[in-house]
């Protein structure tokens, strides 16, 4: 299998080839394709799967899907590892129910799993889905190399609604900067999902058997420091149910209020709620955009704003990460602010607490220490509270450098939605203003947005957040408690 068929399904802007595999001899026949999913773990509206099934039809060839579980990805715990291995589990039922496609799970490197398997099943096609994460683009360079000299690789933008590499070909300096370009991209890319053809050839049966309660139960005991959350339920049907569900869904029940309270953290019911799903590809970017747009009318504020954080940040994201791969250091910040940073590196603090101190929220702020609360034991802290706690840990620690080191160590380890381009560009504009501008020069900050307590207390009722996330933590560690008496006394002899 060669370059791109012709009259594909998925738009060829969507598909890269990072691999050419040589032209099989004639009469040879093409071997079956394999998806290594990875970021975009759903079955429905995922182009990656869709080019995968439409590549393998015309050659009339099998497909299967393929996931590689790593050894705790970037430090991922209960938290992150139950949520996406609980998913997978219900994906791998719908896509064998639904499409009679074979899942295949993978333990270890995927430089050695993913070629490994290729090899074995003679495939000649291998789809993968994108992220801009250094880690992933390495292990795709490896595989790339180590896939035999027939097989083919092509890589699908199934993440965002205009690929990122098309949406701009250079690292873009601000949301002003590539508004516009995605802007006048969406007519193209924001169209509705052809349905998802089926296979119209059946992979050989295999005796791959999954065991998935001895797998889960595995990363829940060695991830056990940071347990999972109850409110967010796994998997695909769970984050069309948070989208458009009946009860309590953020289209259908919740949208109206959504640009005018998604800045209170007292009400966390104002934001979508959809960043865990988004982050692990269980809903489509591109689907919630298509449904929200059809409300433009009935809330066109709301809609714009989401729409603007939905594409456009999240966008923004993505390039950042794809185009500066010191993303998540101070090298990766803005000339600007790397000098002014610099230049204040030596200021002063009021305070200083080590990575300790803050883990533990023990400062002497009771508001930060509340959404530092609410992210270790809710596990998704409010947006708004992000900012302001992240802004902190520059004044709080011995320089820009540790600050950040610091702010990404905990927001990977405790928010369900970490190891995210959205967290690494959210902990760099707080930190070092990336896709920021200047502001007036003071201590510490030198020319970064500062925020403070006071600007808080003008905004919302911090008393009110505090005791709120007083609540939360006392009812999650009643909870725990209940859980430890249960399991303690199902250990008693009966
Ligand atoms: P909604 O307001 O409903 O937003 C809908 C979607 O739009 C989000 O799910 C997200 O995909 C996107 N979005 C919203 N805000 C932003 C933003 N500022 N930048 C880029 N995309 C955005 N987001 C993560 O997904 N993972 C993280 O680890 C993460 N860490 C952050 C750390 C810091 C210090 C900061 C300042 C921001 C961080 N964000 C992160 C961005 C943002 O705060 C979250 O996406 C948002 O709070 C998620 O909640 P929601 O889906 O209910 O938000
Ligand atoms: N993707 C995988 O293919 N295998 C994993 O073991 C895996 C674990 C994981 C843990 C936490 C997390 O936040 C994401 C995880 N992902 C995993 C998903 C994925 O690779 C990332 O979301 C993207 O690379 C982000 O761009």
Redesign the pocket.
Known sequence: MASLSKSPLVQPGRVRVLKEGKKMPLGQGMGPVVYWMFRDQRVNDNWALMHAVDEANKANVPVAVAFNLFDRFLGARARQLGFMLRGLRQLQQELEATLQIPFFLFQGEAEETIPNFVEECRATLLVTDFSPLREIRRIKEEICKRVGNSASVHEVDAHNVVPVWVASQKLEYSAKTIRGKINKLLPEFLIDFPPQPCPSKTWEPTNHVIDWDTIIEDVLRKGSEVPEVKWCEPGEHAAMDVLMGTKNGFLTKRLKTYSTD?NNPLKPRG?????PY??FGKISAQRCALEARKLRTLSPQAVDS?LE??IV??E??DNYCFYQPQYGTLQGAWEWARKTLMDHALDKREHIYTKEQLEKAQTADLLWNASQLEMVHHG?M??FM??Y??KKILEWTTGPEEALSI?IYL?DKY?I????P??Y???M??ICGVHDQGWQERPIFGKIRYMNYAGCKRKFDVDGYISYVKKLVGETKKRKAEKMLDEASKALPQ
């Open positions: 998604r934001l979508s709620g959809l960043s988004l982050h989401f954080e939905l940040r999240r923004l994201a998704k409010h947006g992000r900012m706690w992240a702010a927001n928010e939605d970490g190891r995210d959205n967290g560009v959210g902990c504009w707080s």
